[in-house]
């Protein structure tokens, strides 16, 4: 995230407290499963599922600034994108 976006997190996350912050990603998560949801039976467009996906990409860099695990969560992440790409190399193998 860049220092902007990570100021204004921090701002939203002091002005409306980790809690509600935490109950607003939950909500974002369930818009998002509902979009995709919506888009099989062809009433959701990729627009609205795009809208969706950046809600919740929003939420969670707040809540890698609530819990203070950037750090953590980048390297969970290289891990188990490793952790695919190997999965996926043995499976070319087969």
Sequence with gaps: MT?????VFQKALKTWGGEAQVLCLLEEMAELQ???????RGRRTLEDIAEEIADVEIML???KLLFHI?????????????RVEERLNHSVKE
């Design 3 to 7: 220092e902007k976006e990570r100021a």
């Design 34 to 40: 509902d979009a995709l949801c919506k888009h099989k």
């Design 61 to 63: 860099d707040q809540m």
């Design 70 to 82: 950037e750090k953590e969560a980048e390297a969970q992440r290289a891990r188990k994108i490793a």
